[in-house]
């Protein structure tokens, strides 16, 4: 099964998703390189990856409410769920694990598609376009600033341009920030 494109998934990208599995809730960066496929890179020690290498199945959910975020690492008690999904994600997909790969402190584990629901068109979380903002503001405040904190937002912008090409390389937003 194909990951539709109403998902909005750019090949390559990472977005940040919420995984539920066996009753739990983490947020989570997934990248597909195929529209068939996605990956997932998952430290070791938390509770999602021990749950998803026992059970092989759990489901992606696409919110766009912060809180759910927050809620879902410090306060999971107010996560809600119905089934396996979260109640309020706009949309989600059941994946099943077809491979994993130990990558010392973190799992890599790859996943396929088995079945989607779109409540409503979702607008997948990346990290790039809250960056870019970031970047546009430090770079407006270096001339009024001292040599100490100018450096300092310099390195920022260098931090926040090595960040956008790993969660989205080759876009737009790369090419803004290489430009400041
Ligand atoms: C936006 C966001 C993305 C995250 N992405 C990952 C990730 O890709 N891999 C990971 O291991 N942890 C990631 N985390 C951290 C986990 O969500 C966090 O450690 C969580 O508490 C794990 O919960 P669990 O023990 O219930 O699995 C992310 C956190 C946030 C806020």
Known sequence: MKIPDEFGLRKGWIYEVIVTAAGNAAPMGILTRDSESIEMEIYKGSKTCEIILD????????VDDIDIFYNSIFEKEKIELEGNHLK???AFIEMEVDGE???GDRVQVNAVPLAFVIIK?????NRAESLVLESLIASTKIPHVCAEE???LEKKIQDNLRVVKKVAPGSRFERILEKL
Request: proline share 9%.
């Open 55 to 62: 059970k092989r199945r759990f489901v992606i959910n696409f």
């Open 88 to 90: 309020n994600a706009n």
């Open 101 to 103: 790969e130990d990558l």
């Open 121 to 125: 068109v979702p607008r997948p979380v």
């Open 150 to 152: 100018r450096k300092f």
